[in-house]
């Protein structure tokens, strides 16, 4: 299975659902929670190319964007192929 990486906040309502959609796939994850880390979160941006959102995810080193971007490679049926990978 590919690595997951996610970079999370504190009360992000969009970081529970995809982590959430995560479980409920029985994905392992490492989580990095950027709340009160400055260069967390710098490190998150310019891994995401300029995207500074919670959630930013990571599927075997690929950036695939933030929650709803998750949900949709969900729904259009590439979540499971990427995480397969």
């Known amino acids: ?9 504190q009360l992000c309502g969009y970081c529970t659902a995809a982590k959430r959609l995560l ?3 029985g994905v ?3 989580e990095h929670d950027a709340t009160f880390d400055q260069n967390l ?7 995401a190319n300029g995207r500074s959102t919670f959630p930013q995810v990571f599927i ?6 933030g929650c709803d971007d998750l ?4 729904r259009s049926g590439k979540l499971d192929a990427l995480l397969g990978a």
């Open 41 to 47: 979160r710098k490190q998150m941006i310019q891994k």
């Open 1 to 9: 299975m590919a690595e997951v990486i996610i970079y999370t906040r």
């Open 28 to 30: 392992s994850y490492t």
């Open 23 to 25: 479980d409920k796939k």
């Open 71 to 74: 949900h949709e490679l969900d």
């Open 60 to 65: 075997g080193g690929r950036h695939v964007g």
